[in-house]
């Protein structure tokens, strides 16, 4: 297991590092600050507070850590969350601004949700041989972006083409000024910061992948530059938002990706950690 965990522990007030980094070095998954009430760790089914309550300084104090103000740091927080140095992600809720229907930013935030990216080499193990395109889902919290690092990182070390990540949050390969922060195998190419839309679009053209893999298909301007991919042969690695196939096939916006058998397999995810593989069946 890969983490980097000391800059997970930089986002966060003094007074709670200590006590992050006792509790929660090798378990920790989630640490809830809300404004007023005690810092909350999440490990599995396991729930440790702190006597001491969250400030608005502490809640600004992570926000600042987090993006540099960095102005797309900035600009992501409109959508609500920051992703960090290390691929570490705060979520955010407040109060927001809106401007023309569009919210525009977060005004006051007073809860955030600090998760921590960590990376599992051979969680993927038991598919190292599927070959075709895969998606992953499952609900929040069911490792779907964790289990999609490693079954890149096995299609990588399979030497069978190349593998083009486009990494939109930062989150599945975080980089540092040597590179990738988690291993991406031998044969991976890692756009990050830019919209799956036009990074699907950039590798395809400049990089000629075999493969192409996206975190989190959110927007129907994800799916067609899917369904773009795969009518150019390329093979693709993906996740979605749903609890289970049946889930997934009443949500519309992911109507258009069975309809156009762009998948050829499916991983469902729970949040105890564990998953099965199904064909995907496709709808009419």
Request: charged fraction near 20%.
């Amino acid at each position: 297991m890969n983490c980097a965990w000391d800059a997970y522990l930089n986002l966060l007030p003094p007074w709670i590092r200590s006590f992050v980094d006792q509790y929660g070095r090798t378990t920790l998954q989630e640490l809830r600050l809300r404004n007023g009430s005690p810092p909350q760790l999440i490990m599995g089914t396991r729930f440790v507070s702190m006597d001491r309550p969250v400030t608005t300084e502490d809640i600004s104090y992570c926000i600042n850590a987090a993006s540099q103000y960095s102005p797309w740091s900035a600009a992501t927080s409109s959508q609500g969350y920051i992703t960090a140095a290390g691929g570490h992600r705060i979520g955010i809720c407040g109060l927001v601004t809106v401007r023309d229907g569009t919210i525009t930013g977060i005004s006051q935030p007073h809860y955030l949700c600090l998760r921590v990216a960590r990376d599992f080499c051979g969680i993927a193990d038991r598919v190292f041989n599927l070959n075709g395109s895969v998606l992953l889902i499952g609900p929040p919290g069911s490792g779907k972006t964790t289990f999609l690092r490693d079954l890149i990182r096995q299609r990588s070390y399979k030497k069978q083409g190349s593998v083009a990540v486009v990494d939109e949050r930062g989150e599945l390969f975080p980089i540092h000024k040597c590179g990738s922060i988690f291993d991406a195998g031998p044969c991976t190419d890692i756009l990050t910061g830019c919209s799956k839309e036009s990074g699907i679009e950039m590798v395809l053209r400049t990089m000629g992948p075999s493969t192409i893999a996206v975190d989190e298909i959110t927007a129907p301007a994800d799916c067609r530059a899917l369904i773009y991919a795969g009518r150019c042969g390329v093979q693709l690695l993906a996740t979605a938002h749903a609890y289970n196939v049946d889930d997934l096939f009443c949500r519309p916006i992911y109507k258009v990706l069975t309809e156009k058998k762009l998948f050829d397999h499916i991983i469902v995810l729970q949040t105890d950690k564990s998953w099965r593989l199904e064909r995907m069946r496709f709808v009419q």
